[in-house]
C-alpha cells in the first residue's frame, strides 16, 4: 500500500534548525512531484516547497533563503532543511506527493498522497 511518512520534527529555539525527512513507498516514486505543506493552528493548510524529479523547485516566499528542499530518488526519500527557524514556522509539517506535471504547484488539493505529519515548534 501507499506509505508517506515524516520523521524529524521537535522544538527547538529562533534561529535553530532542524531536518525533516521522508519515507515514501507503494508508488513510483521519481514520476511524483514530492512536496512539503505545514498547517498552524487556525490557518489553512500551505504550500512549503516542491522539488519534481529532475531537482527543479519552488518555494513560498516566507521561507525561500531559509529552507532547502531535496530528494533522493534511489532511496524514495524527501527531505527538508530548515534553517534560521522563526516562531511563526511553528505549524504541522506534511510530506506529499502528487502526479501532476505542472512541477512548480504548492497547491494542496493537488496533492493525493499524504503523510501523518509531523510536530515543528519554534520557540522566541
Known amino acids: 500500500q501507499v506509505q508517506v511518512m515524516e520523521s524529524g520534527g521537535g522544538s527547538v529555539q529562533s534561529g535553530g534548525s532542524l531536518r525533516l525527512s521522508c519515507a515514501a513507498s507503494?508508488?513510483?516514486?521519481?514520476?511524483?512531484?514530492m512536496g512539503w505543506f505545514r498547517q498552524a493552528p487556525g490557518k489553512e493548510r500551505e504550500g512549503v516547497a516542491v522539488i519534481d524529479s529532475d531537482g527543479r523547485r519552488n518555494y513560498a516566499l516566507s521561507v525561500k533563503g531559509r529552507f532547502t528542499i531535496f530528494r533522493d530518488n534511489a532511496k524514495n526519500t524527501l527531505t527538508l532543511q530548515m534553517n534560521s527557524l522563526k516562531p511563526e514556522d511553528t505549524a504541522m509539517y506534511y510530506c506529499a506527493a502528487s502526479r501532476t506535471n505542472r512541477w512548480w504547484l504548492l497547491s494542496p488539493p493537488e496533492f493525493g498522497y499524504w503523510g501523518q505529519g509531523t510536530q515543528v515548534t519554534v520557540s522566541s
Open positions: 507503494g508508488f513510483i516514486y521519481r514520476d511524483y512531484l
